[in-house]
């Protein structure tokens, strides 16, 4: 048994896999993290040897299996050894158990197919390819995160290799410009997760749509057919070698059956905005035009901004979403023309690029919020100033710091629930009563009018009740001695002045030089008290040594 976990340049986390037999092996293993389960598993299988595999991305050297009580149990190198591993929790040989499955599901269907593991330059893990010999048929199975741009490009020489491709997609391993696009083209997105089953992970699959997901089914319960892997419960879907020319013989017939007048182009673009929106999605114009089943690919820029304006003040709200900040380019960017519609509408002429981006990236936020099939409080918009920038005031918004008199300042973000942030900006405002801050009350009251315009009825009694006592509590507001004695010495000296020059004349003066008040005046709350340091002119100035 070797001793020490001590690993030179390694992670600090526990090895939790490794392979059986040697270094190259692709059997892989999850130790057991039980003492008594890692216990019983030698006493089954005493001629094992562990190895830190290169099929992992280890170093490749032998690995002993530490029995822990008070701690879980795992792999550990030899003392002194220098190992880069990137990946060593018990996901980092999914792709060898996938591997498994595949050679026994093949195995199931008489299918005579193999599969290799794909380095995308962060590690031997970064999918899995299995394709099938003479149908060639390809499924990849996705396991890190690929770029959008990557993916087209990617999809694009292999479609060209094969008949089928299904692209088959790890946790956060889809872009989601890539979910948004196969969506679109087949209807659905698929999907795999892998479940520890003792010392090996075994994989579901299952189809994702953007209303309705199928159940995660075991990859026994899949079949290839002609038009590629079937999940059981997924629609027809067509194949994806064949989007790219469906859209252009749409388009066609589109042509054929005559143009449209253009009130019904406007309400069928809104629509189709609107249900972009429901599914969460950011179409480009040329998947606006193929949903909505009009060529409008051949219009100009000059016309598009005419067509959008005309979209946007057919919408019932004036104060709703502009849906026209749902386009974007290939790149995902706000087409420069959306600028235009926001000038015309009267909501700001963005200066910059980012500007217009992260402003259409809040009036998306809206507009999810807003149609989505669940639909919740919306963000406010952001304003623009005349200079082109975004108003710092709503930067400031995005958060409410209400200060507690017992405890530490507490954040409510701009996705608390309504509930939470109403009861938060009432017990600021109570706060600032108790602590005598009427500036403070004065700022609160502001964020508290802000708040409550986006805020559902049934949450407003009670922030209203607080608001109209705050209010009230300012109009008669008088210094307690305890904000007296919380202010600065600045502050004291000029209300101290200010009390003198106020006690001078309600006062006269009588022989012998006694002040004697004014019969029916107030009363010097000042008289008889000591003076504050520094304000005896009395004393004659004491030179600095």
């Avoid at 954040?411 to 509930?419: A, E, I, L």
Wanted: proline share 6%; with cysteine.
């Amino acid at each position: 048994m070797f001793q020490g976990t001590g690993v030179i340049g390694s992670d600090s986390r526990l090895v939790q896999t490794a392979v059986i037999g040697s270094r190259n092996s692709g059997r892989a293993i999850i130790l057991p993290t039980d003492a008594d389960e890692l216990a019983h598993w030698r006493r089954r299988h005493p001629r094992y040897t562990y190895w830190c595999g290169t099929q992992l991305g280890g170093c490749g050297h032998e690995l002993s299996d530490r029995l822990c009580r008070d701690k879980v149990c795992h792999f550990a190198h030899r003392p002194h050894t220098s190992c880069h591993r990137v990946a060593t929790g018990a996901a980092s040989a999914d792709h060898l158990f996938i591997k498994d499955e595949l050679a026994t599901w093949a195995g199931r269907y008489k299918l005579k197919g193999q599969a290799t593991s794909r380095n995308l330059g962060s590690g031997p893990g970064d999918a899995v390819d299995y394709r099938i010999g003479q149908a060639k048929q390809h499924v990849r199975f996705q396991f890190s995160n690929l770029p959008h741009t990557e993916w087209r490009e990617t999809r694009t020489r292999l479609s060209r290799e094969t008949s089928t491709l299904d692209w088959v997609f790890g946790p956060g391993s889809a872009h989601p410009e890539t979910m948004e696009e196969l969506r679109e083209e087949i209807g659905y997105l698929l999907r795999f997760r892998f479940e520890t089953q003792g010392a090996s992970r075994h994989i579901s699959l299952r189809a994702e749509g953007a209303r309705h997901s199928t159940e995660w089914v075991p990859l026994a319960a899949c079949a290839m057919t002609p038009d590629g892997l079937r999940i059981p419960g997924a629609g027809s879907r067509r194949p994806h070698n064949v989007s790219r020319p469906a859209v252009r013989q749409e388009s066609e017939s589109t042509d054929a059956q005559g143009p449209r007048s253009r009130e019904e182009l406007v309400l069928l673009l809104r629509e189709t905005l609107v249900n972009a929106a429901r599914n969460r999605t950011r179409p480009t114009w040329q998947t606006l035009s193929r949903i909505a089943g009009v060529d409008v690919l051949r219009v100009p820029a000059a016309e598009r901004v005419e067509l959008l304006i005309d979209v946007e003040r057919g919408r019932t709200d004036e104060e709703g979403p502009l849906l026209s900040a749902l386009l974007r380019t290939e790149d995902g960017d706000p087409p420069p023309y959306v600028s235009e519609v926001i000038a015309a509408l009267r909501y700001g002429v963005p200066a910059t690029t980012a500007v217009l981006k992260r402003w259409c990236q809040r009036e998306t936020e809206r507009a999810f919020a807003v149609h989505g099939v669940t639909p919740r409080t919306a963000p406010l918009r952001l304003l623009i100033n005349a200079d082109g920038k975004l108003a710092m005031q709503e930067a400031e918004r995005r958060q409410v710091i209400a200060r507690r008199v017992d405890g530490p300042a507490r954040q409510v973000g701009r996705q608390s629930k309504p509930s939470e942030a109403s009861a938060e900006i009432a017990a600021a405002l109570r706060a600032v009563r108790r602590l005598d801050a009427p500036r403070r009350a004065e700022g609160f009251l502001r964020r508290a009018e802000a708040v409550l315009a986006r805020m559902p009825e049934r949450y407003r009694a009670e922030l209203r009740e607080e608001m109209e006592a705050t209010r009230q509590w300012l109009r008669t507001h008088k210094p307690s001695p305890r904000a007296q004695a919380g202010k600065t010495r600045q502050e004291r000296a000029q209300a101290t002045g200010k009390a003198g020059s106020k006690a001078k004349t309600t006062s006269g003066t009588r022989e012998g030089g006694k002040a004697q008040p004014k019969r029916g005046g107030t009363k010097d709350r000042l008289r008889g008290a000591r003076p504050l340091p520094g304000l005896d002119r009395s004393q004659p100035k004491r030179r600095a040594k």
